[in-house]
């Protein structure tokens, strides 16, 4: 991807990661567009950052998304890169009944959220010169974290898609990243002050060096070692993984 004279929307822009790659990349030159619900953390960023834009989104709702996009479009028609961010953690305890509305907002946000707004922006993006969708997953897609099951299983979900669109359109000019963050310092889980997840700005600084090669897969730290663990032998890893965490 390059990293300059692009035009950017990030979901989720307004905090925490998206807020994060949202500022790196405005620094470097690029028109950013941010979008998320809490107007208020939204305009705390554009204030801090001048030049930088954004719209009210609610991702969970088809009907905004599709408004969005055409605002976007209108508005923005050098728009050639969309990062899909956006997304909610709850612990959901699978281990018995699964609250209902945790679950539908879980995966409305987190999986639905990002294919409807690609959906939306896709054809346009294809008639763009460096075009790019990044969906931003989670080792946790990998390696699931027990007690956020339906979370892991969302960012599984969306490391899957991603895999189909880079595959359908490896002959557009489209490409199809996925950034899989490890734990951060972030508001997700209240992990602010966890010194056991990754500084936030630490992630930023690799994930933006990755991006501006042509990886494909952004993985940072222990995301290395995690996103290898699928296969046969795969549960033992998860076995001591969510013991580690349930340990603190």
Sequence with gaps: MKLTGNTIFITGGGSGIGRGLAEALHQRGNQVIISGRRADRLQATIDANPGMRAVSLDITDATDIQAVAAKLIAEYPGLNVLINNAGVMYPDGAQGPVDDDLLRTTVDTNLLGPIRMTSALIEHLKSREDAVVANVTSVLGFVPLAVAAVYSATKAALHSYTLSQRYLLR????????????????????????????????????????????????????????????GPGEHAFIEAFNDGFAAG
Excluded: C, H, Y
């Excluded at 933006?208 to 222990?222: D, R």
């Design 171 to 230: 002959d557009s000019k489209v490409s199809f990243i996925e950034i899989a963050p490890p734990w951060v310092r972030t508001e997700l889980m209240n992990s602010s002050e966890e010194q056991r997840a990754m500084p936030l700005d630490a992630f930023i600084t690799e994930a933006i060096a990755q991006l501006g090669t042509s990886a494909n897969e952004i993985l940072v730290g222990p995301a290395v070692d995690m996103r290898a663990n699928p």
